[in-house]
């Protein structure tokens, strides 16, 4: 299985603030990665697919950028609705893979 | 509209089996590959595998090889997720997710998600 590591783990900030998540493949998966946004009770929901396409419906302030091994999702001004926990996702196997997740706080 | 609407919550014991369903509609049901993921209370979300609801065709990732089956039913636009031999860290919220459109052969993320379906595993 391909594996997903993201980091931090946890990241505190503010609103307004630019933020960066992390997340790196055990191996090539060309630009098949997935950001999703997870709120508490709720499914998540897409933000970002083939590494940097915004999903329709999503705020501009949501990029995500990378190819092979390394991406980035950036939330350019955080807003108050932005603090959630994050997952990448790799759809380049048959079987994917999340990273383990990374917690968005409120400074 | 597409939706995929999940089954109820459930208490099993310990060594027992579940059986979730997934029922979808607003799109054709036989043309999109379907997924199960799971996530543990607090923790993050778990691929269990993928089914071809067209011919039925399964994969399974390793950690559950043996212990799950998913399966469908293409009258009633239904897929299934059955786990056997349950334990305690069996509990977790289980999703259905759809993902690929099958006769398109290019990959593809999770566009919709079932609601959950909680299974608390307890003696």
């Known amino acids: 299985d391909i594996q997903m590591t993201q980091s931090p783990s946890t990241l505190s900030a503010s609103v307004g603030d630019r933020v960066t998540i992390t997340c790196r493949a055990s191996q090539s998966i060309s630009t098949w990665l997935a950001w999703y946004q997870q709120k508490p009770g709720k499914a998540p929901k897409i933000l970002i697919y083939?590494?940097?396409s915004l999903e329709s419906g999503v705020p501009s302030r949501f990029s995500g950028s990378g190819s092979g091994t390394e991406f980035t999702l950036t939330i350019s001004s955080l807003q108050p609705d932005d603090f959630a926990t994050y997952y990448c996702?790799?759809?380049?196997?048959?079987?994917?893979?999340f990273g383990q997740g990374t917690k968005l706080e409120i400074k | 509209q597409v939706q995929l609407v999940q089954s109820g919550a459930e208490v099993k014991k310990p060594g027992a089996s579940v059986k979730v369903s997934c029922k979808a509609s607003g799109y054709t049901f036989t043309n999109y590959y379907m997924h199960w993921v799971r996530q543990a209370p607090g923790q993050g979300l778990e691929c269990m595998g993928i089914i071809n609801p067209s011919g039925g065709s399964t994969s399974y990732a390793q950690k559950f090889q043996g212990r799950v089956t998913m399966t469908r039913d293409t009258s009633t636009s239904t897929v299934y997720m059955e786990l056997s031999s349950l334990r305690s860290d069996d509990t977790a919220v289980y999703y259905c997710a759809r993902a690929a459109p099958i006769f398109v052969l290019v990959p593809a993320a999770f566009d919709y998600w079932g609601q959950g379906t909680l299974v608390t595993v307890s003696s």
């Open positions: 083939k590494a940097s």
């Open positions: 996702q790799q759809y380049n196997s048959y079987l994917y893979t």
